[in-house]
């Protein structure tokens, strides 16, 4: 079986940095000045892109997976 490599936006690296500190999703929204809603939609697409059931799965497999950041893409035609 070969690795996967994960791919998550720039946002999702933030939050789940934070994950790996032991913010909780309120300290997580307070850190990035985002809400609380949009930080559980965050987990949520973290805990689907890397296959784990809660937060300390989690962390503990981003320290043992490889991924990557996806650049950010703006819309509307933009680029970086």
């Known amino acids: ?13 933030e939050v789940l940095r934070h994950v790996q500190e032991g913010l909780s999703n309120p300290e997580i929204a307070d850190a990035l000045g985002i809400g609380l809603d949009t930080v559980k939609t965050h987990m949520g697409n973290l805990l689907f892109k890397f296959y784990v059931d809660n937060r300390t799965q989690l962390a503990i497999k981003a320290l043992t997976t490889t991924y990557r950041v996806a650049k950010h893409t703006y819309r509307n035609g933009g680029s970086n």
């Open 1 to 13: 079986m070969t690795d996967s490599i994960y791919t998550i936006t720039p946002r999702e690296q």
